[in-house]
């Protein structure tokens, strides 16, 4: 084992605490943004917040569609965007002529924590993207090669 195995296996760990920490973050600053609004509080889950972004980027979308495209079963789905509806931050409606169709959109509460979500994720994209255009294309080939590695082994 090399002398830097400990040193960058820490920082891995480092790094993941810290993604857990933002979790925590988000949920801090979608309560202060939601206090100015309507003085509510929601706590969301990881996939009550990836059901929420994906229904803000697509504006109206059914089941299905969130489920093909966040990974989520379309059950779970269905028990999320139910529970999204009781906080009040979606709705569900069916189409004219489409009667057996849900669709799902964002309330005005939901559009606030998604315009929120949505900040920060091009925050953080930015400066990750400084970030990896001060590297070589050599050391970035590296880093992906190294990033996959690390992706197939979290389960």
């Given amino acids: 084992m090399s002398q830097l195995t400990e040193p960058v296996l820490s920082l ?13 973050n988000i949920d ?7 206090e100015t609004t309507n003085g509510a509080k929601y706590n969301l889950t990881i996939h009550e917040r990836l059901t929420l972004r ?3 980027e697509q504006k109206i979308t059914n089941a299905t569609n969130i489920a ?33 169709e849900i669709f799902y959109r964002l309330t005005s509460s939901g559009d606030h924590i998604y315009q929120a979500m949505a900040q920060q994720i091009r925050d953080a ?8 255009e ?10 992906a090669n190294f990033l996959r590695k690390i992706e197939e082994i979290i389960p």
């Fill in 125 to 132: 994209e930015g400066q990750c993207r400084e970030l990896i």
């Fill in 12 to 24: 891995i760990v480092q790094i993941i605490t810290k993604i857990c920490a933002n979790h925590n």
């Fill in 54 to 56: 994906y229904i803000g």
């Fill in 68 to 100: 093909s495209n966040t990974g989520i079963t379309r059950g779970g789905i269905s028990k999320i965007c139910g529970r999204l509806i009781k906080k009040e931050l979606i709705t569900a409606n069916r189409m004219e002529g489409n009667r057996k």
């Fill in 134 to 143: 001060s590297y070589s294309a050599e050391e970035l080939v590296l880093l």
């Fill in 28 to 34: 801090q600053e979608i309560n202060r943004i939601l």
